[in-house]
Antibody, heavy 120, light 110 residues
Framework: QVQLQESGPGLVKPSETLSLTCAVS?????????WGWIRQPPGKGLEWIGS???????YYNPSLKSRVTISVDTSKNQFSLKLSSVTAADTAVYYC?????????????WGPGTLVTVSS | QSVLTQPPSVSGAPGQRVTISCTGS?????????VHWYQQLPGTAPKLLIY???NRPSGVPDRFSGSKSGTSASLAITGLQAEDEADYYC??????????FGGGTKLTVL
């Protein structure tokens, strides 16, 4: 059974960098599939942040591209999200998930999500 | 505003049939990209309900079905049950924006 778990600080100061990690169990990231990050501001809808393939292909939401970096550590079977210069608008529940195919596919396994609040 | 447009809310009585629409454009659904649907219960992560327009993952009841035509897609729920009350989201791919979600639809079971 594939399981994902997000971790990282729940509070980040404005202008700083948000850093989250997604630990994957039950499946090796190196074996394939795309993996991604999605966020959901409180009371609002879902927003795709970006997705990557273990070979190195990475795609970002154009509206966040200048601030986002997704990286992978296959030795630890985990991947990470960094979002720089955060503001209150970046306050959201952040989910990591697996896409059941390529970058156009649906997300079939999700982590429980972690709330990140941007506040001084 | 979301690239994919969904009605903010729909409602139905137990046992009834409801549909949720997802309207896109020629750069996403109309370009032939697949549509996927999610159910999100309060306080939980989204759950994949329909993938590739019409397919149900293992364990999803056949009361849920998806369709796609032109620049739109729809999710139908028959035999509405109290536990179906949730938020529903569509997702597709856009040739410029890549991953896109609908704004979400809140289903109320009366």
């Amino acid at each position: 059974q594939v399981q994902l778990q997000e971790s990282g600080p729940g509070l980040v100061k404005p202008s700083e960098t948000l850093s989250l990690t997604c630990a994957v169990s039950g499946y090796s990231i190196s074996s394939g599939y795309y993996w991604g990050w999605i966020r959901q501001p409180p009371g609002k809808g879902l927003e795709w942040i970006g997705s990557f393939y273990q070979s190195g292909s990475t795609y970002y939401n154009p509206s966040l591209k200048s601030r986002v970096t997704i990286s992978v550590d296959t030795s630890k079977n985990q991947f990470s999200l960094k979002l720089s210069s955060v503001t209150a608008a970046d306050t959201a529940v952040y989910y990591c998930a697996r896409q059941r195919g390529d970058s156009r596919a649906g997300f079939d396994y999700w982590g429980p999500g972690t709330l990140v609040t941007v506040s001084s | 505003q979301s690239v994919l447009t969904q009605p903010p809310s729909v409602s139905g009585a137990p046992g009834q049939r409801v549909t949720i629409s997802c309207t896109g454009s020629s750069s996403n659904i109309g370009a032939g990209y697949d549509v996927h649907w999610y159910q999100q219960l309060p306080g939980t992560a989204p759950k994949l309900l329909i993938y590739d327009n019409t397919n149900r993952p293992s364990g999803v009841p056949d009361r849920f079905s998806g369709s796609k035509s032109g620049t739109s897609a729809s999710l139908a729920i028959t035999g509405l049950q109290a536990e179906d009350e949730a938020d529903y989201y569509c997702q597709s791919y856009d040739s410029s924006l890549r991953g896109v979600f609908g704004g979400g639809t809140k289903l109320t079971v009366l």
